[in-house]
């Protein structure tokens, strides 16, 4: 193991997540020295869409085609939302402002200003979500342009049956139908991992003859629906040229776990906040995180090769529910396990379950996380400050349910814009005390 | 109209043991079950073989039936029992008296016990709580009653009888003292058909008293549910069982590569909606871990309540009302041909069978004797992948390069799934995700079904089996089972699994808000 050394920054994001990202991607837009500690491993489900928001489970309404509609019901059903911290239009420049990053990232999304749009889910339903990956969002036109769609089933690819799809989309009237192809490339075992073909399509020499096979398999479909498999860094340019060789639109259909939409996201955007300067530190453990002297956070990160100690002025905490780690229970009491940040408990004649796994109105247990002030700082038992420079982003907030919203990458994005925001204002502000002092009264 | 001698109402141990019992002696028979098999408490116990010393001072007349049917099944069964052993101990704060009077007790009924030393028990179970103050050992043994039922009634088929399942009694027709015949519904065609025999018998557990009462008698039934937990992996080579009087909690029996920890009795007023609690769950927990500390912290992978079907004469309450089994020949009631047996353990099942089938053969005039007792119960084939282990083992003894696991917790492979699918639909039934899991061990590992579900899903309407939005049902039911008897044991790291879960069925593919 390498010598202890010290290095100091404005900045810690712990997470690296959505949330843990899009707060080092804001950081990094507004120059601040940041450094992001995390696994990263929630990252590996994602769909690679940016949800706004797409339900409100208290009320009920399932259905929101206008987010932005859907956002006045869901906070005027759950006022201490998330969302509640940020004006319509903030929003939607935050989303702009990370869009932005994806692209250049070389992950570009597409979507309607005013509008939610969908994709196709391998269970053959349509998914709403508010920016969606290029490479998906042709089948969002090909659906509305009432092209004739055919999926690529890919035989022994478990959990992806073009028939499904298909048998599912017939209630909305969409035209499709299914072929099965062989893949080319390597199999494993006999078994179809959605990664290695991939990474077959990209390093191998698979891509050639996939695409023929699936050239072979169009009769007279105008749009072609393919399980995301095409390629890790070079997604774009591969399904364009697949577009040209079929010379027919080809959308990608998210896969089951391990996803292929997850990996690229964490290897390009992690690769691009690099490239934006931020000191980017994956699979490190913390260890005890104290204030120094001068106010400042001080923990070390230790990992097989090397342990450094970090010294920073602020903390964003991104570190997710239960299945990151922000968040653990113990005999049913949860608790933040790095700060020991204060979370409510629910009501204890209240059942943190429903009994239906489904129930419409989600389980009390999503809504339990830290409660924070307007600039997403956690407050205390007492509704207090916990700490003027510690802040916290993403799933591991209090009052929302981003799955049943369909709201997970919007708590993202926004939490994180308006606590980098309210740092880099303090920043400016030299000493902070005037933002700050400001709000404390404000603070529930 | 089909014509039999005799029609059992019911598709647990009792009811397919009375059909093998019956068969073996010449009697015609048709077994009908309103569900699959074991769907009520001889689905959702134990599975344990009592010695008889859990009775030694309530009632030692059922002790003894214990000992002597454990015996008999040891020898004719062996198949279905794990021949474990098993423990008594008494921890600090239990009755010193009761644990210094049970050797006496268990003489008196004529039970094998013999008291071992401290050290002898930690060396035979080293997860024993240190605050252990006495022990003994007995012939306790572990039981698989789903494996106990499906021979009986394969038997019992082979022998000549028939079997409706997923089938409901919807009435009798009676012309005096006389059931004439009774009606049947098919829950899948909902078609209702008439089945005339010369004596019903009403072997429907906790629901004997429903039938009962649509056939004009009365049963006064107590219901007592009760919950038991599953731990992940085996804690315990022998039974474990806590030295007090029959109390909460108070029985840790291993099955295969799993132990069972329970029960609780708790006394409920309907038979809708049986589901174990968190609450109970927790209850369980604290009452086991005094004998086996290990068990506060071990990984559950599911919960499970069974409701045991009581009867009770007096004013008895919980766990004051006799578990012997009872059996009413109605005639006092004013019918001449209808017998009705509840109660009970599993442990007796066979006796239970044997008494139900001599007072129907004595109706019947048929002078065969019981056969049950003294030959060997046949081993069937069909259905074992239950057991665990089997199916990895067999998986990966095959080598089948196109075989690929559906389930990689429990390792179901495709051909797995296709012999039950063919199964199924040999009996002209579409099969569900659920009859599936009941079968092989799908969704029975850590993921709880959240990607073999859909993985099966995706393979069966590949094969046609699954059309429309089918899929998305079947999913839906195939989670909430499973859900029932997870969701109680959900007080740790379990959180995480279910955000997982939810991230995909309910984030990505919004199955909550499909209505079907």
Same mark, same amino acid.
């Given at each position: 193991m390498k010598e202890d050394q010290i290095k100091t920054f404005e900045l810690a994001v712990i997470g690296a997540g959505i949330a843990g990202i899009a707060s080092s991607v804001f950081a990094s837009y507004r120059g601040i020295d940041t450094i992001m500690i995390g696994r990263s491993s929630g990252l590996d489900f994602a769909s690679g869409c940016l949800d706004l928001l797409g339900s409100e489970p208290l009320s009920g309404k399932n259905d929101f085609s206008n987010p932005w509609e859907g956002i006045d019901v869901l906070l005027n059903v759950n006022p201490f939302h998330p969302y509640r911290n940020l004006s319509k239009d903030s929003i939607m420049s935050a989303f702009n402002e990370f869009?932005?990053? +994806?692209?250049?990232?070389?992950?570009?999304?597409?979507? %309607?200003?005013? =509008?939610?749009?969908?994709?196709?889910?391998?269970?053959?339903?349509? !998914? =709403?979500?508010?920016?969606?990956?290029?490479? +998906?969002?042709?089948g969002f036109c090909a659906v509305n342009e009432k092209k004739k769609i055919l999926i690529i089933s890919i035989k022994g690819l478990k959990g992806f049956s073009g028939i499904q799809i298909c048998q599912n989309l017939k209630k909305y009237g969409i035209d499709c139908t299914t072929r099965e192809i062989e893949f080319p490339g390597i199999k494993i075992n006999n078994d179809l991992n959605c990664q290695h073909m991939a990474w077959d399509i990209e390093m191998g020499k698979a891509f050639e003859s996939f695409a023929s096979k699936i050239k072979t398999a169009v009769k007279n479909e105008n749009a072609i629906g393919i399980p995301a498999v095409l390629g890790i860094y070079q997604s774009e340019n591969l399904r364009a040229k697949l577009e040209r060789k079929l010379n027919l639109p080809v959308f990608e259909i998210p896969t089951f776990s391990p996803s292929v939409q997850g990996l690229r996201m964490k290897e390009k955007l992690i690769q691009k906040l690099k490239e934006n300067g931020v000191n980017i530190n994956l699979n490190s453990k913390i260890n005890?995180? %104290? !204030?120094? =002297?001068?106010?400042?956070?001080?923990?070390?990160?230790?990992?097989?090769?090397? !342990?450094k100690t970090i010294i920073a002025k602020n903390l964003i905490i991104a570190t997710g529910r239960f299945f990151g780690g922000g968040l653990q229970a113990e005999k049913r009491k949860v608790f933040e396990p790095l700060l020991d940040v204060y979370i409510e408990q629910p009501k204890p004649d209240k059942e943190l379950f429903e009994s239906d796994f489904f129930a419409k109105s989600g389980h009390l247990i999503n809504r339990c996380g830290i409660k924070t002030d307007r600039y997403f700082r956690p407050l205390n038992s007492k509704n207090q400050v916990f700490d003027e420079n510690l802040f916290s982003a993403g799933s591991i907030l209090s009052d929302q349910d981003w799955k049943r919203e369909k709201s997970g990458s919007g708590i993202g994005i926004v939490s994180s814009y308006v606590a980098v925001s309210a740092l880099s204002r303090s920043k400016k502000n030299e000493d902070g005390s005037c933002l700050f002092s400001e709000n404390k009264e404000n603070a529930a | 109209m089909i014509e039999t001698d005799v029609l059992i109402i019911g598709g647990g141990a009792t009811g397919a043991g009375i059909a093998r019992d019956l068969s073996l002696r010449g009697v015609k028979c048709i077994l009908v079950e309103q569900q699959d098999f074991n769907n009520g408490a001889t689905g959702a116990n134990h599975g344990l073989l009592h010695s008889g010393a859990r009775y030694v001072a309530k009632d030692p007349e059922a002790a003894s039936e214990c000992r002597v049917e454990g015996e008999i099944l040891k020898k004719l069964a062996p198949h279905c029992i794990e021949n474990t052993g098993g423990l008594f101990v008494a921890v600090e704060g239990d009755d010193e008296k009761y644990a210094a009077d049970f050797p006496a007790m268990c003489k008196r009924a004529d039970i094998p016990v013999k008291s071992i030393s401290l050290k002898e028990a930690f060396e035979m179970e080293p997860s024993l709580s240190d605050r252990l103050i006495s022990a003994y050992y007995v012939e306790d043994s572990s039981i698989d009653p789903f494996r106990l039922t499906l021979d009986n009634m394969n038997?019992?088929?082979?022998?000549?009888?028939? $079997?409706?399942?997923?089938?409901?009694?919807?009435?009798?027709s009676k012309d005096g003292r006389v059931i004439k015949s009774a009606f049947l519904r098919d829950k899948n065609t909902n078609n209702v058909f008439e089945v005339r025999a010369l004596q019903y018998i009403n072997a429907a557990g906790a629901w004997a008293g429903n039938i009962a009462s649509l056939a004009g008698a009365y049963i006064p039934m107590v219901y007592s549910k009760g919950t038991l937990i599953i731990t992940s992996s085996r804690i315990n080579k022998r039974v474990i069982n806590r030295l007090r009087l029959a109390g909460d909690a108070d029985i840790l029996v291993p099955g295969g590569t799993v132990s069972i920890l329970g029960t609780t009795s708790v006394e409920i007023d309907d038979l809708d909606n049986i589901r174990p609690t968190s609450r109970e769950v927790d209850l369980i927990i604290s009452e086991g871990m005094k004998m086996v500390p290990c068990l506060e912290n071990v990984r559950y992978v599911r919960s499970y309540a069974g409701v045991r079907p009581l009867v009770c004469f007096g004013e008895k309450a919980g766990r004051k009302i006799s578990r012997n089994y009872t059996l009413m020949d109605h005639e006092d009631q004013g019918i001449d041909n209808f017998i009705s047996i509840t109660g009970g353990k599993l442990t007796t099942y066979r006796l239970m069978a044997e008494k139900?089938?001599?007072? $129907? $053969? #004595?109706?019947?005039?048929?002078?065969? /004797? $019981?056969?049950?007792?003294?030959?060997p119960l046949p081993e069937s084939e069909g259905s074992s992948w239950t057991m665990p282990g089997k199916s990895a083992s067999e998986w990966l003894g095959s080598n089948s390069p196109k075989d690929t696991l559906l389930c990689e917790c429990e390792m179901v492979s495709k051909s797995m799934v296709d012999s039950v699918v063919k199964e199924i639909v040999s009996q002209g039934r579409t099969p569900?995700?659920?009859?599936?899991?009941?079968?092989?061990?799908? @969704?029975? @590992?850590?993921?709880? @079904?959240a990607f073999c579900s859909f993985r099966t899903a995706a393979y069966l309407y590949d094969c046609g089996v699954l059309k429309n939005e089918e899929g998305i049902k079947e999913? #839906?039911?195939?989670?909430?089972?499973?859900?029932? @008897?997870?969701? /109680?044991?959900?007080r740790e790291k379990e959180f995480a699994q279910v955000e997982l879960q939810e991230a995909f069925l309910c984030n990505l593919f919004g199955l909550e808000n499909s209505n079907i």
């Open positions: 869009s932005g990053f +994806m692209s250049c990232a070389g992950l570009p999304l597409s979507g %309607q200003s005013r =509008k939610n749009s969908f994709i196709i889910t391998p269970a053959g339903t349509l !998914k =709403k979500s508010f920016f969606i990956p290029n490479s +998906m969002y042709e005890s995180i %104290q !204030k120094d =002297k001068n106010n400042d956070f001080i923990f070390s990160i230790e990992n097989n090769f090397h !342990k | 038997d019992a088929l082979n022998n000549g009888s028939k $079997c409706f399942r997923f089938t409901k009694v919807e009435g009798f139900t089938s001599d007072l $129907c $053969c #004595k109706r019947l005039k048929n002078t065969n /004797p $019981c056969l049950t007792d003294s030959i569900t995700l659920k009859e599936i899991g009941l079968r092989t061990r799908l @969704g029975k @590992g850590s993921c709880q @079904g999913i #839906k039911e195939f989670i909430n089972e499973r859900w029932k @008897g997870f969701m /109680p044991l959900i």
